[in-house]
T-cell receptor
Framework: DGGITQSPKYLFRKEGQNVTLSCEQN?????MYWYRQDPGQGLRLIYY???????QKGDIAEGYSVSREKKESFPLTVTSAQKNPTAFYLC?????????????FGDGTRLSIL | AQKVTQAQTEISVVEKEDVTLDCVYE???????LFWYKQPPSGELVFLIR??????QNEISGRYSWNFQKSTSSFNFTITASQVVDSAVYFC?????????????FGKGTRLSVIA
């Protein structure tokens, strides 16, 4: 079945450590997105990519980095510069990077600090 | 700037009651799209509906219906005869041509609890 796969489902980070969240899609979508969800805050955009080897910062990009070397993959690295990384992270994709297409979401990764 | 407001943080209803989730949006664009998503306890967001700014016709899909009113900048979602499986967090979202860095702007969500 086509869809978006995020791994791992749960992730723990030690202080000062970088961690990478995986997002893979087999929907042949051009655009991919990373969101952060905190309780009562809704979803906030971290980064998005409209095409391979290109990506743009969202509203809360500080402390995060991404790469888009392949169309189907958009990994997110939470760096040690992100001082409050505990959150639920959602990856999404859409057919074209314009405003009218719905985004399809993965199951999310819950990141916690040890 | 684009903004979506979901004033209801949490709603509890008894099974079989009707419930309406409110969504008010702000945008200066004349072309925009509105969305509703459902987030069940498992965590993924499930797309429910998309509406463009030129189509104010209300839509019904089974027990779900949506009321889009440009005059009040609202896009409300009604569940008729609610069921326990409707328990989830529901997000309203807005996408406009001039959204800047944020292609899709989400409201903060409304948590719906349907009690048997």
């Amino acid at each position: 079945d086509g869809g978006i796969t995020q791994s791992p489902k749960y992730l723990f980070r030690k202080e000062g450590q970088n961690v990478t969240l995986s997002c893979e899609q087999n929907l042949n979508h051009d655009a991919m997105y990373w969101y952060r969800q905190d309780p009562g805050q809704g979803l906030r955009l971290i980064y998005y990519s409209q095409i391979v080897n290109d990506f743009q910062k969202g509203d809360i990009a500080e402390g995060y980095s991404v790469s888009r070397e392949k169309k189907e993959s958009f990994p997110l690295t939470v760096t040690s510069a992100q001082k409050n990384p505990t959150a639920f992270y959602l990856c999404a994709s859409s057919t074209i990077p314009t405003s009218n297409q719905p985004q399809h979401f993965g199951d999310g990764t819950r990141l916690s600090i040890l | 700037a684009q903004k979506v407001t979901q004033a209801q943080t949490e709603i509890s209803v008894v099974e079989k009651e009707d419930v309406t989730l409110d969504c008010v949006y702000e945008t200066r664009d004349t072309t925009y799209y509105l969305f509703w998503y459902k987030q069940p306890p498992s965590g993924e967001l499930v797309f429910l509906i998309r509406r463009n700014s030129f189509d104010e016709q209300n839509e019904i899909s089974g027990r779900y219906s949506w009321n889009f009113q440009k005059s009040t900048s609202s896009f409300n979602f009604t569940i008729t005869a609610s069921q326990v499986v409707d328990s989830a967090v529901y997000f309203c979202a807005l996408s406009a041509r001039n959204s800047g860095n944020t292609p899709l702007v989400f409201g903060k969500g409304t948590r719906l609890s349907v009690i048997a």
